[in-house]
């Protein structure tokens, strides 16, 4: 039985000369910014903590709280505020509670 030996192999990549990958070019895209205002279960809290820096958070009755921050308008925040279900109840923007309310019924087939 060979007795296998510990080696170190460098591997280094001139990643400029794949075409493709030279043609990216990395741009900080603006994205508007939104002032959130959100009711969530304890339950879910944890979550919140985790994805929002920067959140300011009143504990409400009932293990409820609610959270404010200034969040991205993006496909980013609609997916994350969909992944609550019925753990949230979006106060502000109302125009981000009725999108949300449409793309959950569309998503239920109702």
């Known amino acids: 039985m060979r007795k296998l ?5 460098a591997c280094q990549h001139d990643y400029q000369q794949y075409s493709a990958l030279a043609k990216i070019e990395t741009k900080p895209r603006p994205t508007k910014m939104l002032d959130f205002r ?12 985790d994805a929002v820096p920067n959140v300011a958070v009143e504990p409400l009755a ?7 921050a200034k969040l991205p308008d993006d496909s980013w925040l609609r997916s994350f505020l969909l ?3 019925k753990q949230v109840v979006i106060e502000q923007p109302c125009e981000l509670a009725e999108e949300i309310k449409r793309m959950h019924l569309d998503a239920a087939g109702d």
């Open 5 to 9: 030996v510990p080696t170190t192999v």
């Open 38 to 49: 959100g009711i969530f279960d304890q339950a879910v809290l944890h979550i919140v903590y």
């Open 62 to 68: 009932k293990g409820k709280f609610r959270v404010s």
């Open 83 to 85: 992944s609550f279900g």
